[in-house]
């Protein structure tokens, strides 16, 4: 076997504080970083959607969560709790039709101030009351929370649902306009977030590993500088790891009191060109290489120690043969990975190893899929879900139990060349490379909420995606941006 060693940039200074099958080459070397982006800080704006919605407003064809609370009556005008204060008018001295509120008589079925009760304000734009029920004239609806009068088509508060939150975007055509929160990064690796910072890597030839802070509007800083087409990037509890394709090396940058250090790489023998992906738990490293056709386990201590005198820790193959190993993730058990196979057939498979394990303990749990590109679980979630990038109509977003033993689940179907995948607890979430488009869908699929919703259309080729409690994320290939958008509801 392969001497394996440790190696640090010289002359390096500590810094303050999804993987792809294309790759770039651009002359930028430093992205230009918009000042508007946001920590991912729990949204105030961001609501469930009513289980009963008004007949004016539209039913998305997604699955949606808890009912909502029941819609609060709006304090009356001022006016009014003025009359109020002084006695109730006597109803025998209002006219017929009309009815006693403080003391004024008013027609509980028209007054929009009083609707069908004393006080019920019917609030909003366009905000009227037929037959003693708020109603909106024209294009706009009513949203029983907040008992106004909305435009859902441009609203940033209520974005094509009543309660769907743009988190300071625009609302275009009901949907939440796309922030920038990274230009002309010359994509075509990976990105991952934590509740500090947004890390990427840059798929380029001279390429970086970069990382910007949510909570200030300063430029992006780089964690490394010295990478031949970085990929797959993921975060541990104190440390940023990163494998680099060209070379086969996998980076990580500790972080000591806030401040990343200068980066240390396990190297693999010459000739390990090949890393596109990388995971981590509180135990191990774990990584796949496209062309050796293996997935591979380091204990973390292996990457952050000194070397060994013999030269390094050798990497534990957890399994080999296999036909280019895309995209890996892992829980407290078990290392999932996807098989790409062949673009002519559906070759690609979906596979489990225990940790530790080896090629007689891998287990297939999806077989005949067509170029499977990424994978994703959350939590202590029973299944792993999966993009198969093939073109329409093979294009699809799947799912399968751990436990094996079961034929996949269709989540959506029929995509144009599906590349990232992120699930949280509630959705799916994926990028359509050909499309130009953002989508989610329940974690069951139509059985659970519908069809597929779409977030974000336009965009010039997605591919990484990752989300947090109240935003997606997601890498443009053809423009080299980042972006993110509200979650909704």
Request: with cysteine; proline share 7%; hydrophobic share 35%.
């Given at each position: ?245 060209n070379s086969g090396a996998v980076g ?8 990343f250090q200068i980066p240390l790489y ?53 399994a080999s043969g296999r036909d280019q ?165």
């Open positions: 076997m392969g001497k394996y060693r440790f190696v640090r940039v010289i002359g390096a200074t500590a810094l303050s504080i999804v993987p792809v099958l294309v790759f770039m080459s651009c002359g930028s070397s430093m992205p230009n970083l918009s000042d508007s982006l946001q920590g991912p800080t729990p949204d105030s704006s961001v609501v469930q959607l009513p289980e009963a919605a008004t007949t004016a407003t539209p039913t998305p064809d997604v699955g949606v969560g808890p009912g909502s609370e029941p819609a609060m009556e709006a304090a009356s005008p001022a006016g009014d709790a003025s009359d109020a204060s002084n006695g109730a008018q006597d109803a025998d001295s209002c006219e017929a039709g009309l009815s006693g509120c403080g003391s004024r008589c008013v027609d509980l079925q028209a007054d929009p101030n009083n609707c069908g009760s004393c006080g019920h304000l019917c609030g909003g734009t366009g905000s009227t009351c037929n037959a003693g029920t708020c109603a909106c004239a024209g294009s706009f609806t009513l949203c029983p929370q907040q008992n106004q009068c909305f435009d859902l088509t441009s609203d940033p508060s209520n974005c094509g649902f009543c309660g769907y939150g743009c988190q300071g975007g625009a609302c275009a055509s009901s949907l939440c306009q796309p922030t920038t929160i990274v230009s002309g990064s010359c994509f075509g690796g990976d990105i991952a977030i934590d509740m500090t910072n947004i890390y990427w890597t840059n798929g380029m030839s001279a390429g970086a590993v970069y990382f910007k802070p949510f909570a200030s509007a300063a430029n992006a800083q780089s964690i490394s500088t010295s990478e031949n087409i970085p990929s797959g990037i993921a975060l541990g509890s104190n440390a940023v790891y990163w494998v680099d394709f990580t940058s500790e972080i000591v009191n806030g401040n396990f190297e693999p023998a010459s000739g390990s060109a090949g890393p596109i992906a990388v995971a981590v738990d509180t135990h191990n490293i774990y990584w796949v290489n496209r062309v050796a056709g293996t997935v591979n386990q380091l204990p973390l201590s292996a990457m952050l120690g000194p070397a060994d005198a013999d030269g390094g820790t050798p990497p534990m193959v957890l190993p895309t995209a890996l993730v892992v829980d407290s058990a078990n290392v999932y990975w996807v098989d790409f196979g062949s673009t002519q057939s559906p070759t690609g498979t979906v596979n489990m190893v225990p940790i530790g394990g080896n090629n007689a303990q891998v287990v297939p749990l999806a077989t005949g899929q067509s170029q499977p590109i990424d994978i994703a679980t959350s939590g202590t979630d029973a299944y792993v879900y999966w993009v198969n990038q093939a073109q329409r109509p093979n294009g699809s977003v799947q799912r399968v139990p751990k436990a094996g033993g079961a034929m996949p689940t269709l989540l959506a179907t029929t995509l144009g060349g599906p590349t990232g995948i992120a699930v949280d607890s509630q959705y799916v979430y994926w990028t359509n490379f050909n499309d130009g488009t953002v989508q989610k869908v329940a974690l069951a699929g139509p059985s659970e909420g519908g069809a597929p919703y779409t977030l974000a259309t336009g965009q010039d080729t997605p591919q990484a995606i990752t989300v947090d409690s109240v935003s997606v994320y997601w890498a443009s290939h053809g423009t080299g941006n980042i972006l993110k958008v509200a979650k909704g509801y």
